[in-house]
């Protein structure tokens, strides 16, 4: 089954649904349904491969939603976390800069909505099967998987796009496929529904052969998420709060660290990643949806510092820093900063005064690391890349190299053209953004004292000193609810959604322009959504532009 879902090479199977790269392309000649042969849906290991292909446009690992070579970067770069190393990557600078045209798509749009064609085959033929299974639960939890993945899609085109189309049976016909985008409100709503069917039959925790699938436990957090992203807060803490009891098992790990440890995967923090592994199977290393799909995760590459095997495409930004430091742990502990910041940096901190020793990944120092390889491109732009970053109370500047999703366990971030190195996973959802979301519903619902319990479970596992937030005014606890967010999800691609939810255009731009970000200043309300491309309004005669874009 694991292999299954991570290579996805039945031909047969892939069949099940358009294989290239937008929406238009549903105007296939080849009917979809061809491999639906009378009684396929009727047998459970079909149907069981058939949801295997529902999985892999997000998990493909250069091109897909999550990959490294488009939107793992694109998503991540538009925050104020993170600095795009200049004139490396194409298009992604247009994305983080802002200045991106209507004519322009990240290209996750055909992958988000080919995962939806094949959902929806998968709900369509199991509900108008004739043949009584012999363990219909199965039919149900099936129906259930089919139904929470169609809900993370549309989530993740509601949250992108605002207005899309609403494909809700599968498309056969050419005329099909030319329908209106449905208002954004409606989009939520559908989201709502599909994690709501989702959740009913799903188990509440999956055999380790299937750890990979989604379970009860992911549709209700993406159920209170999609609660929060639109200020339902009563419902929201309601359902994300069933995850905080029996029969759910989540808690946070103690060191963040193992969070990002390709030997702890799938731990007791984990509600949903997607799972990597070194096959390489097949030819192909930029990944992709046919037999030479590779099965390995290829962000190291990505993401880690020049020199140790890696491409080095983003740092962390001076904002970053500004953030971490800002409490530094008690007297008498194991570390001067927050405990996450070495997750998520290597840094100068032997040279800031931290009495934490430096572990040396890949065998080198900091300034081995810093000094001759990773400098050299940040100085294409210094003043934004580490110029600005904050100094030690030593008056010594901080320096960092983003460390998440690296090998920092194992010597090479070659993962590209090295199978060995690519076996970790992607933390998609963790429970400590469970809790935050919680928190955040408890104190929009004046339940101080709630948000308070969720907020000391994250502080404590960072390392900081308790602090009571429940006689503090709601502002105060929403500022800590926002801060903790930022320390724990940087550098993960969450940071310009929560500004999105926090705050005005004018707001955030005038943010980013204090805070130094490369191209702030071209912010405006437009960009909190993706444009619809031209491609796509050019295919579908009935869909129309974002009015913010027109």
């Known amino acids: 089954m694991k292999k299954n879902i ?20 549903f105007l296939s000649k080849t009917n979809p349904n061809t491999p639906t042969d009378e009684g396929f849906w009727d047998y459970p290991q079909n149907v069981d491969q058939a949801l295997c292909t529902i999985y892999a446009p997000i998990r493909n690992q250069s091109e897909g939603y999550y990959g490294a070579h488009t939107h793992y970067l694109t998503m991540t770069s538009r925050g104020d976390d993170v600095f795009l190393i200049p004139n490396e990557d194409g298009d992604i600078k247009f994305y983080s800069t802002f200045t991106n045209t209507a004519n322009m798509d990240p290209g996750i749009w055909g992958d988000l909505y080919k995962g939806i064609q094949r959902a929806n085959m998968v709900i369509s033929n199991l509900q108008s099967g004739e043949i009584e299974w012999e363990k219909p639960e199965l039919k149900q939890q099936y129906l259930s998987e089919a139904y929470g993945m169609r809900g993370m899609y549309y989530f993740l085109l509601a949250s992108n796009y605002g207005a899309v189309p609403l494909h809700l049976e599968p498309v056969v016909n050419p005329e099909d496929t030319y329908i209106a985008s449905s208002p954004e409100e409606t989009v939520w709503k559908q989201v709502e529904d599909d994690f709501i069917e989702a959740a009913k039959y799903l188990p509440v925790e999956r055999a380790a052969s299937e750890r990979q699938r989604i379970s009860k436990g992911m549709a209700l957090a993406y159920l209170g998420k999609t609660y929060v992203f639109q200020k339902k807060y009563a419902e ?37 990643e997607i799972d990597y592994v070194n096959e390489l199977g097949g030819t192909g290393t930029w990944g992709g949806d046919d037999a030479n799909a590779s099965m390995g995760m290829n962000l190291p590459t990505y993401l880690g510092p020049e020199g140790t095997g890696a491409w080095f495409k983003m740092a962390p930004a001076s904002e970053a820093l500004r953030e971490f430091i800002k409490e530094p742990r008690p007297e008498g502990s194991d570390s001067k900063f927050d405990k996450r910041m070495y997750a998520t940096f290597y840094f100068n901190q032997n040279e800031v005064g931290d009495n934490k020793p430096y572990d040396n990944p890949y065998d080198k120092t900091f300034a081995e690391l810093w000094e001759t390889p990773s400098k050299g491109k940040l100085n294409r732009d210094p003043e934004h890349s580490y110029m600005t970053n904050p100094k030690a109370d030593n008056g010594v500047q901080f320096l960092a190299l ?11 971030n070659d993962a590209m053209y090295t199978p060995s190195n690519r076996s970790n996973s992607l933390r998609v959802f963790r429970f400590a953004e469970v809790l935050l979301l919680h928190a955040e519903a408890c104190a929009m619902t004046n339940d101080l004292a709630g948000a308070n319990a969720d907020l000391q479970r994250i502080r404590n596992r960072a390392g900081l000193a308790p602090k009571d937030f429940s006689a503090m005014s709601q502002d105060a606890v929403m500022k800590e609810i926002e801060h903790q967010n930022f320390l724990e999800f940087c550098m993960e691609g969450h940071r310009f959604y929560q500004l999105k939810r926090y705050y005005t255009a004018a707001e955030i731009k005038q943010h980013f322009i204090d805070c130094g970000k490369v191209g702030g200043e071209n912010f405006a309300e437009k960009y909190f959504y993706y444009p619809i491309s031209e491609g796509e309004r050019n295919n579908n005669p009935k869909i129309e532009q974002n009015p913010l874009w027109k």
């Open 6 to 25: 991570l290579n996805l090479t039945l031909a047969s199977l892939l069949a099940l649904s358009f294989s290239a790269c937008n929406e238009a392309d």
């Open 236 to 272: 929201a803490k309601e359902v994300l709060g069933q995850l905080l009891q029996s029969p759910y098992n989540y808690d946070l790990v103690e060191d963040p660290l193992e969070n990002f440890h390709k030997d702890n995967k799938f731990n007791k923090e984990s509600v949903y």
């Open 402 to 412: 983003g460390k998440k999703y690296t090998n920092f366990f194992g010597g090479d």
